[in-house]
Each structure stands twice: as structure tokens, then as C-alpha cells.
Nanobody, 117 residues
Framework: VQLVESGGGLVQPGGSLRVSCVAS????????MNWVRQAPGKGLEWVSN????????YYVDSVKGRFTISRDNAKNTLYLQMNSLKPGDTALYYC???????????WGQGTQVTVSS
């Protein structure tokens, strides 16, 4: 199993960024997937999840209306579109495979998102 994130970078407040996670080594469309982030000096924070078929999405309150999770099962790829970014969104963003509610068994290496002027 491998999860590889990409697309992070430096963006100004109010800007947008899309991060991606390419999955391999397992049947991608059989699993729910999540985005989890870790801000500097803080613990892990769950951001969003999407079910295996892509029809149901959930978000932490702080990103509702600004972030959109999606997936392309034909490409084995998970996305997180982030709009109206704030400095508080600065973090290392991980994708993680969900095996049960709030339980993840495989993680990517993370992609850094920095929101700063």
C-alpha cells in the first residue's frame, strides 16, 4: 500500500490550492479516505473524509464551505480543493486510508501547505 501526496506550497491568505493523493497497492474504490493535518507544534487534526463511492463527504467545522474533498476512482486519486485559505490552515496535510470510524491504517508522507503573506 502506498499513498503519495502532492500539490502543497506557499499561498497568500484568501488564495486557493488543490492537494492530491495517489493511491496504489490496494483496491482504492473499496475504502473511505481522509485528509488529516498537523499544524506546527500541534497534534493531528482530522479535516475531511469521503466514502468509497464519493457520494458522502464530511468536514471539520473550521473548513466547511471552504474545502472540498473529492476522488477519482478511475485514477486512484484523492483530492482536497482548498479555497479562501487562512494562516490557520498552515499544516502538513496527510491522506489516510480509513478502516473504521476515526481509524486509519495507512498514511502518506504528507504535503506542506503554508498560508502566509
Amino acid at each position: 500500500v502506498q499513498l503519495v501526496e502532492s500539490g502543497g506550497g506557499l499561498v497568500q491568505p484568501g488564495g486557493s490550492l488543490r492537494v492530491s493523493c495517489v493511491a496504489s497497492g490496494f483496491t482504492f474504490d473499496a475504502y473511505g479516505m481522509n485528509w488529516v493535518r498537523q499544524a506546527p507544534g500541534k497534534g493531528l487534526e482530522w479535516v475531511s473524509n469521503i466514502n468509497s463511492g464519493g457520494g458522502n463527504q464530511y468536514y471539520v467545522d473550521s473548513v466547511k464551505g471552504r474545502f472540498t474533498i473529492s476522488r477519482d476512482n478511475a485514477k486512484n486519486t484523492l483530492y482536497l480543493q482548498m479555497n479562501s485559505l487562512k494562516p490557520g490552515d498552515t499544516a502538513l496535510y496527510y491522506c489516510a486510508r480509513r478502516i473504521a470510524p476515526a481509524a486509519y491504517d495507512y498514511w502518506g508522507q504528507g504535503t506542506q501547505v503554508t498560508v502566509s503573506s
